[in-house]
């Protein structure tokens, strides 16, 4: 059975904040929390670098990442799938050179962080 998570954690110090103006104060709590509960996910970084690329087929990456993806593209690294998109019949399935190369190049970068 999966654990129900229904609460996010902050600081305890933000309470304080957060009561004097909610409105401002809320966001960073709200952010904070959600950013600590993304970083206990057990995630795989092929994963990962699969959904990248997905969101570049469908241009729904940060411009940080959509500027990374751009220059592998300019420089011919990466091969993009105009047709299909990634896809095999009705499953996303990039090349596996794509994904070895978009997992080391946000590594490089510092764009995924690597659990031990």
């Known amino acids: 059975m999966e ?9 305890l110090f ?4 957060i009561a004097k103006n ?5 966001d960073p709590a709200i952010c904070y929390g959600v950013r600590k509960y993304a970083l206990l996910q057990q995630y795989e970084l092929k994963n990962v670098a ?3 690329l997905y ?3 469908h241009n729904k990456l940060t ?4 500027q ?10 990466l091969t993009k ?11 996303f399935d990039p090349i596996e050179t794509d994904l070895l190369l978009v997992t080391t190049r946000c590594i490089q970068l510092k764009l995924f962080w690597v659990s031990n």
């Open 68 to 77: 990374i993806i751009q220059t592998l593209y300019d420089n011919e690294e």
């Open 3 to 11: 654990t129900e998570h229904k609460y996010i954690q902050f600081p």
């Open 81 to 91: 799938d105009e047709d299909y998109k990634g896809f095999i019949g009705n499953e």
């Open 22 to 26: 909610p409105k401002i104060n809320i």
């Open 63 to 66: 411009e940080e990442l959509f």
């Open 50 to 52: 699969k959904q990248v």
């Open 14 to 17: 933000w309470l304080a904040e």
């Open 55 to 57: 969101d570049s087929y």
